[in-house]
């Protein structure tokens, strides 16, 4: 994450086009440039931190099969990405590319209307998700997987969930703004299931602990009460595992996919007849009044 704010950054030393984003046709520029190059930048930090080759992009690809080339091919054979696992990708690209006002998304948007250029602005929104309240969900699942470690210790753990006094929270479950089912945690869950059948993982470890706690919150009283079944994070983050995406680039992953959305907002606000820099309202609630006492008194 580290990498990627630098580098986003950067990127306005380099296209001073995006300083002009009053013009349409330079809005477009930056918009598909940021775009483009946040798959080249996050595929080329894994590599650098893996000590591996970079591997440039192939203009035969498409989007996100060039991604899945750029992070796992190497310059020994031609790597030929896998459709299902490719689609898999897709789809948590998809799903993660826009979701409301969230923290980040109201960085960008105000970032933007001081009139910073948009690397600017994606780069702090970027900074704002590396933040583990906002980005870090689905690698916190993968966490708690691994301190539950077997399914033999499942109903320990599920016990201590329901314990009010005990700190522990199952990671993955619930959601601040579905009070019901994740809408996308129901199409990442065939997906999952679609991308551990094809790489035959169904007798794995984890995913058979993530699949045992998946079935006990669609059908334990508690869980379906308390409206705490899983979401779309706990489902990603089974999926890149056995992509072999590590957890330490989930967010890395999630910044990729949120780019579209960010610059979509960036992109409708700027254009707003009424856009000005925002400046949200503070109130003060402290006392109404307080006697100062002079200097000569105390």
């Not at 990708?89 to 109201?106: C, G, P």
């Not at 016990?159 to 199409?187: C, Q, T």
Request: aromatic share 10%; net charge negative.
């Amino acid at each position: 994450m580290a990498v990627l704010v630098g580098v986003v950054g950067a990127l306005s030393a380099f296209y001073h086009e995006a300083e002009n984003f009053s013009d349409l046709e330079h809005q477009n520029i930056s918009f598909n440039r940021i775009v483009a190059k946040l798959p080249t930048i996050v595929a080329m930090a894994y590599k650098y931190h893996v000590g591996e080759p970079f591997i440039y992009p192939r203009n035969d690809l498409d989007y996100t099969a060039n991604f899945m080339h750029m992070m796992f091919g190497t310059p020994c054979e031609e790597y030929q990405p896998n459709p299902v696992l490719v689609h898999a990708l897709d789809t948590i690209f998809t799903l993660h590319a826009d979701h409301e006002q969230n923290a980040s998304t109201s960085t960008v948007r105000l970032s933007g209307s001081s009139g910073a250029n948009p690397y600017a602005c994606i780069s702090a929104g970027i900074a704002c998700l590396w933040g583990p309240a906002h980005g870090g969900a689905n690698e916190a699942c993968l966490q708690m997987l691994e301190e539950i470690h077997d399914v033999s210790r499942v109903g320990r753990y599920i016990a201590r969930a329901k314990d009010k006094n005990d700190e522990f929270k199952l990671m993955g479950f619930g959601h601040r703004v579905y009070k019901n089912f994740d809408p996308r945690a129901k199409l990442m869950r065939k997906v999952c299931n679609d991308v551990l059948q094809e790489l035959g993982l169904g007798n794995d470890r984890l995913f058979k602990l993530a699949m045992e706690l998946e079935k006990i919150a669609l059908e334990d009283d508690y869980f379906i009460e308390k409206k705490l079944y899983p979401n779309v994070d706990f489902y990603s983050g089974i999926v890149q595992k056995a992509l072999g995406i590590p957890t330490t680039m989930f967010t890395c992953i999630f910044a990729l996919a949120r780019t579209v959305g960010w610059m979509t907002q960036w992109e409708e606000m700027i254009n707003d007849p009424e856009y000005k820099i925002g400046r949200p309202r503070q109130l003060y609630v402290g006392p109404g009044r307080r006697d100062v006492i002079a200097v000569g008194q105390r």
